[in-house]
C-alpha cells in the first residue's frame, strides 16, 4: 500500500510531538469518547487513531485488542489526505486505498470504516476519531451519526488540548518547586557549614546532602578529594555510601575528566562516554552523572558528584545547581585548612563568627514536662547580633527570653517553636518590639534541642520605604484638601505615625521669631496638643537656628546645652526630644513644622531630609490655599468693577442716542453689551480662564426666546474667554435675526445648534445653525448692516462662515481651528 504523503509532513509530524501524547497510559476521558463513538454509530469498534511517521498508535480503543499497527495497515492515514473533515468507506474490500490492507485481507476482516478527522486550530490533521464494523455498510452513517462523530472529534482535540495545558502547568509547577527546593536547599546547606565549626566531615556532608536535595533525579552523591592522581571518596551519600573511602584514578573517570579540565562536566550515558572506564561505572552502578570541581583559586581540592543508575538522568540546570554546591565545599575546605594551617580552628571559627555582619544566635530548647517548648535559652551570640539587639554577650548569653525581652517574647517562641518541632526553615521580615527595630532573617533547626537565627536589621530600609510612601500619600491628600487646617493636620499626622512620634503639627512664626501660633496638631494616644501660642523664650535658647533658617533638633531636652539649663518647659508639655524644621520665605523664617518625641531620641539625617521635604509640600500647598483664595477675591473685585463699566457704557449710550429716531439700532447696540455681559458673568465662574460652551450658549439665547425652542447639541467644551465672546456676539446676531425674520418669528419655529470636532492637519470645531418652522426664507438683497458682518466674521474672527438660505429655514455652518476655541491645558 502507497502511504499518503501528508503522513511524513514534518509540520505535522513536529505537531503531534508536541503533544506528548504518543505511548501515554489509557485515560478515562478518552475512553469515555470511544465509547460513546460505538454507541453512536451501532459499530463494535472505535479508535482514537494518532498517526506517526513510523506507526499509527491508539490512545483509546474499544473492540481492537492491539495499540497500535504499521502504517501499512493503517486506513486512518488516508484520513490525513482528505479534504473533508469525514472520510467514509462503506466497503474496505471494494476502495482501492483499502483493498489490499492487511486488516481487511486477515484478521479482524474489517469491512466497514468511518473516521473524523483530529484537526489541531492551525490546520494539521494528526489522525482521526474513527468507526469500523466486520460487515460492509453500503448506507454509511446517518447525517446525526456524521454531525455526532464530527463533534466527537472536536471533543478529542479538546481533550488533547486540556492535556497538553495540564502537563505544561505541571512541568512548570515542577519547575518552581525544584528552583525554591534548590534555593532552600543551598541555604541550608550554608547554614549547616556555618554550625559545623571545625567538623569538616560535617562540613562535606552537608554540601553533598544540600545537592542530593537540589537534584533529586541523583540517588548517589559524593564528595572527592584530590590525593596526589587520584579521588578519595569522603563524603558519600545514597547508592556510594557503600563506597566510602575508595580512591578513582584521574584517567578514565568522570571526576577526573572535570578535574583536568577545570569545569563542570555533564556525564549523559556512561556506556557510550570518552572519559570513563565501563568497569569503573559498572561497579559504582553509574549511567549518569554530574561533576563540578572544587576550586581554591586555580588550585583543584577535589570534586562534587552526583550519579544516577539510568542515563540521561540529568540537565544543564542540575549542573548548575551542583556548581553552586561545589562552591559552598571551596568555602568549607578553605576554612578547614586555614584552620589546619593556623592550628587554632576555634580561634578562626570564632573570628568568622564575630565577622559576620548579621546578627547570629545559637539557642537551646526549654520544654515544660509535656514537652512543650516554653522558652528558649542563648548558647551562642555574634557581635553583630549585640549591636543590632542592644545586649552585650554578658546580658544575653546563658539567659532566656523571657527574661531579657518579657512578654515580646511570646510570639518570638512560638514561633521558633514551630521551626524547631517542624524542622521547616521559618524566613522572616518582622519588627522587634523591645527596641522597635525591624529585622530580616531565618531561623533553622540544629537538632532537636537546639536551633540557629540569622538576620539583619532593616530598620534603615523599612523606615525609608515607609517614608517614601508617607511622601506619596501627602502628595495625594494635599491636592484633594482645600483649606489650610486640613492640610497641616493631615500632613501632621502623617508625620507623626510615620516618624512614630508622639506629636506632630504646623504653626506660623509671630515676629522676629519670637513666638509660634501652632495649628491643630496630631498626638499620639496618651499625650495633649499643644495648639495655640508659645513664645519660643520660654523653652530655652532654640530661637537662633530657626532666626538663620536652620532646623533645630534637639535629641534630649536634660542634655541639650539650648535648653539642659531648665527643661522642665519642654517636658511639661511631653517633650523629651524635637525637630523644627523652618519654612523660609523671601529670607525669612515665616513657619515651622515640628516633630515631638516623649523620650530622648536620635534623629536621623533621613528623618530630617523626610521633615524638609514636608514642611516645603505643606507650605507650597498652604501658599496654593491662600493664592486661590487671593484670586477669588480679586475676581470677585474685578467682575463688580467691570459689570459697573459695562453699565456705565450702556447708560451713557442710551443718554447719548436718546434723540435717535431709529430705535431699533439703539436697542441692538444695548442688546450686544448685555450679550458681552451674560459672557462675562458664565467666565467668571471659572475666574475669567474657561468658560462651558453650553453656559455661554444658554445666557445669550435665553435674552431672545425660551431655551425650550432652541435645540442644543453637542460636547459640553471648556473654551477661551476670547471664544466665550466671539461666540456670545454670533449667537446674539442669528437669535436677533430669527427673532425678526426667521423660525422664532413664528409660534412653532425651533432653532437647532450642534456643534462637533473633526480631526485633521489641524483639529477643527464646526457650529451649525439650523432654524425651521418659520416663514419661508428669501435671501437679503444687500450685504446688510454690522450684524451681518458680525456673523459673516464667524467664530473667533476666522471668517469660515457658510449661509445657506433654504426656504424652509436659514442654514448656517461656522468653523474655527480647536485650538483657537478650546483651552489649552499645558
Known amino acids: 500500500m502507497s502511504v499518503p504523503e501528508a503522513v511524513h509532513d514534518p509540520a505535522r509530524l513536529d505537531a503531534l510531538a508536541a ?52 502504517l501499512n495497515s493503517s486506513v486512518c492515514a488516508h484520513a490525513l489526505a482528505q479534504p473533508d473533515v469525514l472520510l467514509i468507506i462503506p466497503d474496505l474490500t471494494t476502495d482501492p486505498r483499502t483493498a489490499q490492507n492487511p486488516l481487511v485481507t486477515g484478521e479482524p476482516f474489517i469491512r466497514f470504516y468511518a473516521g473524523a478527522q483530529l484537526r489541531t486550530s492551525n490546520g494539521m490533521v494528526l489522525g482521526s476519531l474513527c468507526v469500523i464494523d466486520r460487515a ?43 528552583a525554591f527546593r534548590a534555593r532552600e536547599a543551598f541555604r541550608d546547606t550554608q547554614a549547616a557549614i556555618v554550625a559545623a565549626g571545625d567538623d569538616l566531615a560535617t562540613v562535606l556532608r552537608a554540601v553533598v546532602d544540600g545537592a542530593m536535595r537540589a537534584v533529586p533525579a541523583a540517588d548517589g552523591g559524593v564528595v572527592e578529594l584530590l590525593v596526589g592522581d587520584e579521588l578519595e571518596y569522603r563524603a558519600v551519600r545514597g547508592s556510594l ?83 553552586l554546591f561545589a562552591g ?56 553583630a547580633w549585640s549591636n543590632q539587639i542592644g545586649l552585650s554577650a554578658d546580658q544575653a548569653l546563658g539567659q532566656t527570653a523571657r527574661h531579657l525581652f518579657s512578654d515580646a517574647a511570646e ?37 532537636d534541642d537546639r536551633f540557629g537565627v540569622i538576620f539583619l536589621d532593616v530598620t534603615l530600609r523599612v523606615d525609608a520605604e515607609a517614608r517614601r510612601m508617607a511622601l506619596l500619600v501627602l502628595g495625594d491628600r494635599l491636592r484633594d484638601l482645600t483649606t489650610t487646617g486640613e492640610m497641616t493636620l493631615a500632613a501632621a499626622e502623617i508625620v507623626g505615625r510615620t516618624l512614630r512620634a508622639t506629636r506632630a503639627g504646623f504653626g506660623r512664626i509671630e515676629g522676629d521669631v519670637e513666638a509660634i501660633n501652632i495649628e491643630m496638631d496630631w498626638t499620639a494616644p ?24 536652620e532646623p533645630l533638633v534637639i535629641n534630649d531636652v536634660t542634655a541639650d546645652p539650648r535648653t539642659a539649663a531648665d527643661p522642665t518647659a519642654m517636658q511639661a508639655i511631653g517633650i523629651g526630644a524635637l525637630v523644627n524644621m523652618p519654612v523660609r520665605d523671601k529670607g525669612r523664617t515665616v513657619a515651622v513644622f515640628i516633630a515631638h518625641d516623649v523620650n530622648p531620641r536620635i534623629w ?58 431709529e430705535r431699533a439700532l439703539v436697542e441692538s447696540f444695548e442688546r450686544r453689551v448685555l450679550a458681552l455681559s451674560r459672557a462675562h458673568d458664565v467666565l467668571m465662574q471659572k475666574s475669567w480662564t474657561a468658560a462651558r460652551m453650553r453656559a455661554v450658549m444658554e445666557s445669550v439665547l435665553v435674552m431672545q426666546a425660551d431655551l425650550d425652542r432652541f435645540a442644543l447639541d453637542g460636547p459640553d467644551l471648556d473654551i477661551s474667554p476670547q471664544a466665550a465672546l466671539s461666540l456670545s456676539l454670533l449667537l446674539h446676531e442669528l437669535a436677533t435675526n430669527a427673532l425678526k425674520y426667521g423660525a422664532l418669528s413664528a409660534g412653532t419655529g425651533k432653532v437647532r445648534i450642534a456643534w462637533r470636532t473633526e480631526e485633521g492637519q489641524a483639529p477643527t470645531l464646526v457650529l451649525d445653525w439650523t432654524e425651521s418652522g418659520g416663514p419661508t426664507v428669501t435671501p437679503p438683497s444687500n450685504r446688510g448692516g454690522f450684524g451681518s458682518k458680525l456673523i459673516r466674521m464667524g467664530l473667533v474672527g476666522t471668517r469660515a462662515a457658510s449661509l445657506r438660505y433654504d426656504p424652509v429655514g436659514l442654514q448656517a455652518e461656522f468653523r474655527a481651528p480647536l485650538a483657537e476655541v478650546q483651552v489649552q491645558v499645558h
Open 526 to 549: 496618651g499625650q495633649a496638643s499643644i495648639a495655640g501660642q508659645h513664645v519660643f523664650d520660654d523653652y530655652g535658647d532654640i530661637r537662633g537656628h530657626l532666626r538663620r533658617g
Open 411 to 447: 510570639e518570638w517562641i512560638n514561633t521558633f517553636a514551630a521551626v524547631v518541632e517542624t524542622g521547616q526553615p521559618w524566613a522572616f521580615t518582622q519588627q522587634f518590639n523591645p527596641n522597635g527595630r525591624w529585622y530580616e532573617g531565618r531561623a533553622f533547626k540544629l537538632d
Open 19 to 70: 503533544y506528548g501524547i504518543l505511548d501515554t497510559p489509557a485515560e478515562p476521558g478518552f475512553n469515555g469518547i470511544v465509547q460513546l463513538a460505538c454507541q453512536l454509530c451501532n459499530v463494535p469498534v472505535a479508535l482514537v487513531s494518532l498517526v506517526a511517521g513510523d506507526r499509527q498508535w491508539f490512545k483509546a480503543r474499544v473492540g481492537f485488542p492491539p495499540c497500535e499497527t504499521d
Open 241 to 323: 555510601v557503600s563506597h566510602q573511602g575508595i580512591r578513582v584514578p584521574l584517567n578514565g573517570s568522570g571526576s577526573g575528566h572535570c578535574v583536568q579540565t577545570r569545569a563542570p562536566y555533564l556525564m549523559t550515558d556512561a556506556g557510550t562516554d570518552p572519559f570513563v572506564k565501563r568497569d569503573l561505572a559498572q561497579r559504582l552502578d553509574q549511567r549518569s552523572a554530574i561533576f563540578a570541581p572544587i576550586l581554591r583559586g586555580d588550585t583543584v581540592l577535589g570534586v562534587v558528584k552526583l550519579q544516577a543508575a539510568v542515563p540521561f538522568a540529568f540537565s544543564e540546570r542540575d549542573l548548575e545547581q551542583i556548581g
Open 604 to 661: 536621623t539625617a533621613e528623618e530630617l531630609a523626610f521633615l524638609r521635604n514636608v514642611a516645603d509640600r505643606v507650605e507650597v500647598g498652604v501658599a496654593r490655599v491662600r493664592a486661590e483664595e487671593l484670586q477669588g477675591v480679586l475676581n470677585t473685585e474685578l467682575a463688580h468693577r467691570l459689570k459697573n463699566t459695562l453699565a456705565v457704557v450702556q447708560s451713557i449710550a442710551s443718554s447719548t442716542l436718546r434723540g435717535v429716531t
Open 136 to 178: 460492509p455498510r453500503p448506507a454509511g452513517l446517518t447525517e446525526a451519526q456524521q454531525n455526532g462523530l464530527r463533534l466527537l472529534a472536536e471533543q478529542v482535540m479538546s481533550q488533547m488540548e486540556l492535556r497538553r495545558a495540564v502537563t505544561a502547568r505541571d512541568i512548570l509547577r515542577v519547575d518552581e518547586a525544584q
Open 328 to 383: 559552598a565545599a571551596t568555602a568549607g575546605l578553605s576554612e578547614a585548612d586555614a584552620r589546619a594551617e593556623s592550628r587554632a580552628k576555634d580561634i578562626y571559627w570564632r573570628g568568622l563568627f564575630d565577622r559576620l555582619s548579621e546578627g547570629f544566635q545559637i539557642a537551646e530548647v526549654i520544654r515544660d514536662e509535656t514537652g512543650r517548648m516554653t522558652d528558649f535559652r542563648m548558647v551562642e551570640i555574634n557581635p
